[in-house]
């Protein structure tokens, strides 16, 4: 076994062993079934899209998304074909149902910070960090409940970032090149010019 994933091993079984807990194990299933499929993350983008204040945000969000889904399950996923750790790690326990996909990186990991960290960049702190909060827990919980090895979450961590970074970027530059688009995204409607009443 590589250094990697004695690591990755090690942290799991140190959870099991000293986090997991018959209350708390509950409450990290619920959080963790909220990333999946990342149905809230697009429930959340399509509300986004459906307010001038937050549309920026949700085109934005929906252009992360799609990134990093073409990222991880199109192309990383299928390419590096990781076992879950379940299969490999004989002590650990799943408290969940098995997973149908590889395990490197981790979707839910990249979906919420595709998204939330959209948020938090582009909106006011008040909604930016209850988005990371979330974010970062659903990426705890895939630790948690034993789908996941900590090196594939802090993948899909950072492909969601880096996602999320180019998203702004390609919005900024189709805003910039398209009149109709930017208007799409503005924040505010445009003032109307009051016109000036000639005095005879």
């Known amino acids: 076994m590589t250094p990697i994933f004695n690591f990755d091993a090690s942290i799991l079984l140190w959870l099991q062993n000293n ?21 809230f993350w697009i429930v959340l983008t399509l509300m986004m899209l459906c307010f001038r204040k937050t549309r920026r945000a949700g085109v934005t969000s929906a252009i992360s998304m ?13 390419w590096l074909a990781r076992i879950r750790p379940y299969e490999l790690i004989e002590e650990l ?29 582009l909106l006011d702190r008040r909604a930016g960090v209850p988005a990371l909060i979330l974010a970062l827990l659903i990426c705890f919980t895939r630790l948690h409940v034993g789908v996941h090895y900590p090196t594939d979450v802090l993948a899909g961590i950072i492909v969601g970032i880096i996602a999320a ?10 805003a910039k090149r398209f009149p109709a688009f930017r208007r799409f995204i503005r924040s505010k409607k445009p003032k109307k010019k009051k016109k000036k009443v000639q005095r005879a």
Request: aromatic share 6%; net charge neutral.
């Open 165 to 174: 970074e180019l998203a702004i970027a390609i919005v900024r530059a189709l």
């Open 93 to 121: 326990e799943l408290i969940i149902e098995k997973q149908h996909d590889f395990s490197f990186p981790s979707g839910h990991a990249t979906n919420a910070l595709a998204c939330a960290w959209v948020i938090f960049r």
């Open 66 to 78: 799609t990134i990093g889904l073409i990222v991880v399950n199109v192309i990383l996923k299928n």
């Open 19 to 39: 986090v997991r807990h018959p209350i708390l194990d509950p409450v990290m299933i619920f959080i963790t079934h909220l990333g999946d499929k990342g149905l």
